[in-house]
């Protein structure tokens, strides 16, 4: 691929405030989606017009190699339905007919918006609301801006917990922080196992290093409930039932302890709670946990030995975590056992070895600079979880919650389709007294519910600085076009809002490429950034070989006194789901929601060639489930439960296993079939550490649809 690369120049640019308009260039840019990868891109630029975006061969992670979603890139920058200019509500909330939505002027809109949260804001600031999660992860068009314009407004804050929030608590419980091993060095170990992630479909780059592995003789394991594409390429699948990682992993200490298969030197050294995390340990043998996660106990034997013998064998073994395995009820505590296995064995002493949920912690990105929490001037806000927001936008005011939530400002996300349990999502977003902005791309589920639609630019139009969570390189986005239509970065959005609201404070003049050099100040380069699109952490090769982990004692926490001090069990257990796997005779299947390959939560379902690679939302079921309910495959499905129904096409399939199902997503609502996605059925509890969302704790019944309109096929 680099062949086809190097031949065009990729010009310097004397002036980095400018956007090349003549001529044939490339443009050094980074992925903004919510992926470990954090691509680093060249976006061909013809005479003002994007016309390819690739990866760069440059960059050691990157490889010159790119998702087939962010290579489309550009057929989403150009998409027909592009949102380019102001549009205020004129039609009932909801997706409507044309009529909905008229078009503003900048002016008008930003003029009128301010006017309305003056007034909400001069009865209760708190009553105003930010939403936004990862829709962009650079710093810079998230949170930084947006986060001064919010401080100073005293508005509500906003507990970002809707994909990470219990895995990385387990993490920061455990290791001190969200930080692992390198991710390059798993091409040197000797066992992967990969728990909770489909990496082929959703960590490539990471993908490419374990295949190195496999052919230098690794043995790869997949711990997952859905035979993923990933599982079908590793030696060992194990199917476990949804939210039971926990107990696997206290029966891989079991049979670690057992066989004395401990590195007991660095268990002495750079851990605390030993003792006690033995003992819990050993209630767990292989014999319950199997019964537990429903998996033969002969794999647990098996997935301990390797993991045991590599100790042995002084060899490295290495664990990949992701995220979808910490969606349950028990997701903190899972990931806390998970993260405790390495030191067990002395896996750190390796640099291949240890385990990786997230890089993010290791990054020096300095937050108070870019968001200015001294804008609060002394106010403590309330603070609303986003993963709550279908019960929040439904409560009035009272002592306890506080004021009835009458604003909500959306960006880089998109909630109606994404929260849980979104029959009470849209239901608020329904009410009539909620003002509610939305800066977007594209008529979204929740634009539709939207007051005034504010354009926003892609990340081809607009500058950034990038950290990552799936390696340590940080990297920086050059705007490679001028923005589209009346598109605006979110940071000038929120700049003129600001001063519509009579905000004087001169950080609000800052623009985006000092905000750029803000992100990081003086702990990266700015001018490597500049040079050549990205910059490597100053890391050591195997940081926790000798202990020295970013926590309050400095070693591997097996036990916790923050969690004990806070009336929790200091040490990782497992901790059932909300809805346990055979607990219900009403809801018999539990239901995940893993991503379909070709998107990326909700992002790029309207990009018509990935939609049509994807064809159409399906729920996967394994042939016996279906037979017993009469079910065939391309057949329409009524999937309920006590929350609400969903109708969508089963697809009898061995990636399913028994008892469970699995409703591939996200798809936008308004693309399923009776205007809804699995988000309907799924609920607002909340995972045990973190406050997270519990989406693959989800009991379901499935049976065929009496009102289908589409013939089953064969």
Not at 597 to 604: C, I, K, P, Q, V
Request: aromatic letters at 8%.
């Amino acid at each position: 691929m680099s062949n086809t690369i190097h031949p065009i120049h990729v010009a310097p640019i004397a002036n980095p405030e400018t956007v090349a308009v003549q001529g044939t260039v490339q443009v050094r840019g980074a992925c903004p989606h919510d992926c470990p990868d954090t691509c680093s891109l060249l976006t061909t630029v013809e005479n003002g017009v994007a016309t390819r975006v690739q990866g760069n061969p440059d960059h050691p992670q990157t490889g010159g190699v790119l998702c087939n979603k962010v290579s489309r890139y550009t057929e989403r920058t150009y998409h027909p339905e592009r949102l380019l200019q102001p549009m205020r509500r004129i039609g009932p909330k909801g997706h409507g007919g044309s009529g909905q939505f008229e078009p503003v002027s900048w002016d008008t809109a930003l003029a009128d918006i301010a006017t309305r949260l003056k007034a909400i804001a001069a009865r209760n600031p708190e009553a105003i609301v930010p939403y936004s999660y990862a829709g962009t992860m650079g710093q810079v068009q998230s949170e930084s801006m947006a986060g001064r314009f919010f401080n100073r407004l005293g508005a509500s804050l906003l507990d970002r917990t809707i994909c990470a929030a219990a895995g990385g608590e387990g993490m920061t419980q455990t290791l001190g922080a969200k930080v692992g091993m390198r991710v390059e060095f798993f091409a040197e170990a000797k066992l992967i196992i990969i728990w909770g992630s489909n990496s082929i479909g959703s960590n490539m780059h990471f993908w490419r290093y374990a295949q190195q592995a496999k052919r230098d003789g690794a043995k790869l394991v997949c711990i997952d409930p859905r035979k993923s594409e990933t599982a079908e390429k590793c030696h060992e699948h194990i199917a476990l039932l949804p939210g039971t990682d926990a107990a696997l992993a206290l029966a891989l200490m079991h049979e670690l302890i057992t066989h004395d298969w401990l590195d007991h030197d660095y268990i002495a050294q750079h851990t605390l709670g030993w003792e006690a995390l033995r003992e819990r340990a050993l209630q767990w043998p292989p014999e319950r946990a199997a019964q537990v996660c429903g998996i033969p106990v002969e794999q647990i034997q098996q997935l301990a030995r390797d993991y045991g013998q590599c100790f042995v064998t002084g060899q490295p073994a290495a664990i990949r975590l992701n995220y979808g395995m910490q969606r349950v009820h028990g997701g903190g505590n899972a990931a806390r056992a998970v993260a405790c296995l390495p030191a067990l064995i002395g896996a750190w002493r390796h640099h291949a070895g240890g385990v990786l949920l997230s890089t993010s912690g290791l990054f020096p990105v300095d937050k108070a600079a870019l968001q200015r929490p001294e804008l609060l001037a002394g106010r403590t806000p309330r603070t609303i979880n986003m993963s709550t927001i279908g019960n929040e936008l439904l409560k009035d005011s009272s002592p306890e919650f506080g004021p009835k939530i009458e604003a909500l400002i959306v960006y880089n996300s998109n909630p109606v389709a994404v929260a849980p349990e979104s029959g009470k999502v849209v239901q608020g977003f329904a009410r009539e007294d909620l003002f509610t902005v939305v800066l977007e791309h594209f008529q979204t589920d929740t634009a539709d519910y939207a007051d005034y639609l504010l354009p926003a630019t892609t990340q081809l139009e607009h500058w950034d600085v990038h950290s990552a969570y799936g390696h340590t390189d940080a990297l920086l986005n050059r705007p490679a076009i001028a923005p589209l239509g009346q598109a605006k970065p979110n940071t000038q959005i929120f700049r003129e809002l600001a001063a519509h609201m009579g905000f004087t404070e001169p950080c609000f003049a800052d623009d985006d490429l000092t905000l750029c050099r803000t992100v990081y100040g003086d702990k990266v380069n700015f001018q490597t950034l500049l040079d050549t699109g990205f910059a490597t952490l100053a890391l050591p090769d195997a940081p926790y070989a000798n202990g020295g982990f970013p926590t309050p004692s400095g070693r591997c926490e097996f036990f916790s006194q923050r969690l004990a001090d806070m009336g929790l069990d200091g040490l990782p257990d497992h901790v059932p789901n909300h809805e346990p796997s055979g607990s219900s005779e009403a809801y018999p299947l539990a239901m995940i929601s893993p991503p379909a390959r070709n998107f990326l939560n909700s992002s790029f379902v309207n990009v018509k060639s990935l939609r049509d690679i994807e064809g159409e939302p399906v729920l996967e079921m394994h042939a016996d489930d279906a037979a017993a309910r009469g079910i065939t495959s391309g057949a329409v499905v009524k999937v309920f439960n006590q929350r609400g129904e969903y109708r969508v096409k089963a697809e009898i399939s061995s990636r399913a296993r028994p008892g469970v199902v699995n409703g591939l997503g996200i798809w936008w609502r308004k693309l399923g079939l009776d205007g809804t996605n699995v988000n309907q059925l799924t609920s607002q509890h909340l995972t045990d550490l973190g406050r997270g969302p519990v989406f693959y704790d989800c009991l379901v019944q499935v049976q065929p649809d009496a009102k289908a309109s589409v013939p089953a096929t064969a």
